[in-house]
């Protein structure tokens, strides 16, 4: 039985190193980005800051998603 996306990335989290990193980059970028916008008012470095991370974050996010694809078509029935 094929498993569901969720499924899948919870196991990348526990048994693929390289995923897990991503991930942990990922949710690190997340967290910072959520300390800017707490700001009342975003400076122009805090605004270049903000797009840096978005850009990043979704970076990081395609080459998860790579490796989830990438897994899925390893287990997939043949």
């Known amino acids: 039985m094929a498993k569901t996306a969720d499924s899948l990335r919870e196991e990348l989290l526990t048994t693929d190193e390289e995923f897990r990193n991503l991930h942990d980059q990922h949710q690190d970028l997340e967290h910072r980005l959520t300390e800017l916008h707490q700001k009342s008012?975003?400076?122009e470095k805090d605004e270049?800051?903000?797009?840096?991370?978005?850009?990043q974050k979704l970076f990081l996010?395609?080459?998860m998603e790579t490796i989830l694809r990438q897994r899925q078509r390893e287990e997939a029935p043949v």
């Open 41 to 43: 008012l975003l400076s």
């Open 48 to 55: 270049l800051e903000e797009k840096q991370i978005k850009r």
């Open 61 to 63: 996010k395609d080459q």
